[in-house]
């Protein structure tokens, strides 16, 4: 190894260790080490001379020192680096400029104009015959992600290598064409299966996605929101119900109990003359009494429907099974006979749930309404029995 290759190999080494950023996995110092060796390979096989081979072997050393400032025009940085580097080691002007164009050399798609260019052009690109060719790709694609330069899919990835290898690469020299060919073909053959085991992938999963969609549109897997959204709002409406009622009865026995006493200890006194001032608030309180017990009768009131269907409702829509109502007098096999029907047609069970929910509101609304009713002749009663009973003692304290 000449003086001036053990510099450069010193310096280049010193550089990307120091400045290159990590995120570039693939264009690093094993980067440039791998194409400095299949540089030496090429060499010596074609018979190249002694200048010409160090020649060659500095710029692979140099190739891609430029990342160091980027991605963008590497090949540029890397010659004024290269160039820098050799005028400080006292190398002619002419020989600069023939590594510099070797270093140029190397930039893509570029068309080699003579032996050296088509030697460094093929150490460049050598790992496409190689056999670790596919931890290679694995690499660049990573420090494409990292560098923010670009991010796709898989097939996109080996669409893209495909592409390379069939329509913009080709090997330049006698020895490359010789020996990395069949490699290179091989790891394109590779590539191909795992296109079309990635398009199998792709279409399988398609057809799984619009069986799931159609499956959706059948109604054969309810989705879960749904289901959700009906089972609260059920279960809040049977809840607000059972309040109802239970105030219902509340009121019902309170007043049953208060009309109990009046009965048994106030309405035997109305035989005596001298509690004939207590006749009218004792009818007062009798009356708003009675109102509130049959409103609370009716509030908690249960309504019973024919419950029957025929299978022409079922057909049409027009029975909601899910309430006991509609069915109660069915046969059980003509019951489960419709329930079948509905659970096969989306649009029907979601048709009946949402109808008994809306018949569960009137219900509801009818209950309050009553109920509403009833606290507030319940309290209007108390207050007037009260007041006439007020009034009918002053009045008897006066006339005594």
């Known amino acids: 190894m000449s003086t001036l290759i053990a510099a450069a190999e010193k310096y280049v080494f010193n550089l990307l260790n120091k400045e290159l950023e990590r995120k570039y996995v693939y264009h690093n110092l094993v980067h440039t080490q791998r194409v400095v060796e299949k540089t030496k390979e090429l060499a010596e096989n074609l018979s190249i001379d002694k200048e010409a081979t160090e020649n060659l072997e500095i710029a692979a050393w140099f190739h891609d020192t430029g990342y160091i400032k980027g991605a963008v025009n590497h090949e540029k940085e890397s010659v004024k680096i290269a160039s820098t580097f050799l005028k400080n080691h006292d190398v002619s002007d002419e020989r600069i400029e023939v590594i510099s164009s070797l270093i140029m050399a190397t930039k893509i798609n570029h068309e080699p104009k003579d032996d050296l260019e088509r030697i460094i052009v093929d150490a460049d690109c050598a790992h496409l015959a190689s ?3 596919f931890d290679y790709t694995s690499l660049l694609r990573k420090e494409w992600e990292l560098t923010g330069f670009q991010n796709v899919s898989d097939l996109e990835w080996v669409e893209g290598n495909i592409d390379f290898f069939s329509k913009h690469h080709k090997f330049n020299t006698e020895y490359a064409l010789k020996k990395w060919s069949n490699p290179k073909e091989k790891n394109l053959a590779k590539m191909l299966k795992i296109q079309k085991d990635l398009k199998e992938d792709i279409k399988k999963f398609n057809q799984k996605q619009e069986a799931l969609e159609l499956k959706k549109e059948k109604g054969n897997v309810p989705e879960r929101g749904v289901e959700t959204m009906f089972r609260v709002a059920l279960r809040n409406h049977i809840t607000l119900s059972d309040i109802a009622d239970t105030k219902a009865n509340i009121l019902l026995s309170v007043n049953a109990i208060i009309i109990s006493l009046a009965l048994s200890n106030l309405l035997p006194k109305l035989d005596n003359p001298s509690n004939g ?70 649009d029907y069970l979601y048709g009946s749930l949402t109808k008994d929910l809306y018949f569960l509101g009137l219900v509801l609304n009818r209950k309050y309404s009553i109920l509403r009713l009833t606290y507030t002749v319940f309290m209007i009663g108390i207050l007037v029995s009260v007041l006439a009973f007020a009034v009918s003692f002053y009045y008897q304290g006066m006339a005594s």
Do not use: C
Request: proline fraction near 3%.
């Open 131 to 133: 056999k670790n060719y």
């Open 277 to 346: 001032h207590l006749f009218i608030p004792t009818i007062i309180f009798i009356i708003f009494t009675v109102a509130s017990i049959v409103l609370s009768v009716l509030a908690t009131r249960p309504n019973v429907t024919g419950g029957k269907f025929t299978k022409e409702d079922v057909a049409n829509k027009k029975v909601n099974l899910l309430f006991f109502g509609n069915f109660h007098k069915m046969k059980l096999e003509d019951f489960e006979w419709g329930i079948q029907e509905m659970m096969k047609d989306r």
